[in-house]
């Protein structure tokens, strides 16, 4: 375990026999089995009966969804101080989906609240909306994009967390992109823009006002990747990515970058896919006081179906990140995540996810490891309506400037409603 026992003073101690009889965590199961040439009895498949149908709206599908959890959290804030308290958590959710013979178009709309039981000041609301269309042409040439707008906050213990704020810190995210690619044959290829726009509002420091306005920022990227398969089951790709970081305001901060990547794409049997690659990342800040970014990039991907009900999975990557404070210009992050699906008769299935996030920040010397793990129970009492149980638990440790320390826990039950 990554924890140590969990304290249970106050609110949390009123649970306790309730998470003790809730030994495992929700988490999100993979969208599809990968490519088969053969029908495997996958995790998937083996919980069908508990999808969804959605309701028909014209020559559209809508999937209504709510989610409720009750949690106990072990440290609130994430600090080295533990504060523990229940939350509440409710998470509406609507996608309206295209039923066309050719291309596509989806809303998604999504609504989080979270209200705590003895700490009213981390009571946050969130929301988000994104469209996204994909147009198919002739001679196997794909058009898509997307589009969305939402209020998000800070996660307490999250590189981006102001944690000396009164309460978390909000902001209003833009973001919009588009893809070019074109499939099948000997050389695949995709070229496409992104961009994020984040406005963040001022906080408050012990009732004082605190302006934020140094953290808004917007994040481009342009992509090109190119795959080349000759053989039936190995494959190689190369991807170039740019990435520039422009800050509304100390624009010395601003920082122009580039990762080259190579690798190659594998089917070890039809059930073990790997998809491996190795380069280099760049960032250069404008202001020479700024260290630039100068780092080994990677990724990695492996999707292993070793059983009928078991499905492993395996990733890992970087990304160039926004700094969260003034005297940073940007952040590495890199991330290696691992999970495992296993499907315990037809309605039940059981997760398993461990990982490691690591934030190297530039412009000072800091550098933070998050470890998390978590496990969950998920049962489909009937089609659309499935329980679930969970514990999880979380572990940073950093060197440098004054880094971020912090041990925490979660345990939590709740129900979801989909149509």
């Known amino acids: 375990m990554l924890i140590g026992p969990l304290p249970w003073p106050g609110a949390l101690r009123r649970v306790r026999a309730l998470w003790l009889a809730a030994p495992l965590v929700q988490i999100a199961l993979p969208d599809s089995a990968g490519a088969q040439d053969r029908p495997v009895e996958v995790p998937e498949t083996i919980v069908e009966a508990g999808k969804v149908q959605g309701l028909p709206v014209g020559s559209f599908i809508a999937f209504p969804r709510v989610n409720f959890d009750l949690r106990g959290d072990s440290n609130i804030y994430d600090q080295r101080n533990e504060r523990s308290d229940v939350v509440a958590v409710v998470r509406p959710s609507l996608r309206l989906e295209s039923d066309f ?82 499939r099948g044959g000997i050389i695949e290829w995709q070229a496409g823009i992104d961009t994020e726009d984040l406005n963040y509002r001022d906080a408050r420091q012990g009732g004082v006002r ?42 010395g901060r601003n920082s122009r970058g580039f990762s080259v990547l190579g690798g190659v794409n594998y089917r070890v049997t039809d059930l073990v896919r790997v998809e491996a690659g190795l380069g280099y990342v760049r960032q250069d800040t404008r202001d020479s006081r700024f260290a630039d970014i100068g780092a080994l990039d990677y990724h990695l991907n492996v999707d292993w179906t070793p059983d009928a009900r078991l499905r492993l999975q395996l990733r890992a990557d970087r990304r160039v990140e926004r700094s969260p404070l003034a005297i940073g210009a940007a952040v590495l992050q890199s991330t290696v995540s691992a999970q495992g699906t296993l499907a315990l008769g037809s309605r039940t299935l059981l997760g398993l996810e ?35 149980a969970a514990v999880s638990g979380r572990r940073q440790r950093g060197s440098g400037t004054a880094p971020r320390e912090y041990d925490g826990g979660t345990a939590r039950i709740g129900v979801t409603f989909a149509i």
């Open 101 to 182: 013979a050719r291309h596509a178009l989806r809303l998604d709309a999504a609504a989080e609240g979270r209200r705590y039981f003895d700490t009213p000041a981390e009571n946050s609301n969130q929301w988000a909306l994104e469209g996204s269309g994909r147009l198919d042409f002739a001679d196997r040439f794909v058009l898509d994009g997307d589009v969305g707008v939402a209020r998000r906050i800070e996660r307490r213990g999250t590189f981006g967390d102001q944690f000396f704020t009164d309460r978390p810190v909000s902001y209003r995210e833009l973001s919009a992109g588009a893809r070019l690619s074109r």
């Open 210 to 251: 605190a302006d934020q306005t140094f953290r808004d920022v917007r994040r481009d990227a342009a992509t090109l990747r190119v795959d080349y398969r000759r053989a039936g089951r190995l494959g190689l790709f190369a991807r170039v990515m740019g990435i520039r970081l422009d800050y509304d305001i100390q624009r």
């Open 354 to 388: 461990a990982g490691l996030l690591r934030n190297r920040y530039d412009g000072f010397d800091r550098r933070e490891t998050r470890l998390f793990a978590e496990a969950s129970l998920r049962h489909f009492v009937a089609p659309g309506i499935a329980a679930f």
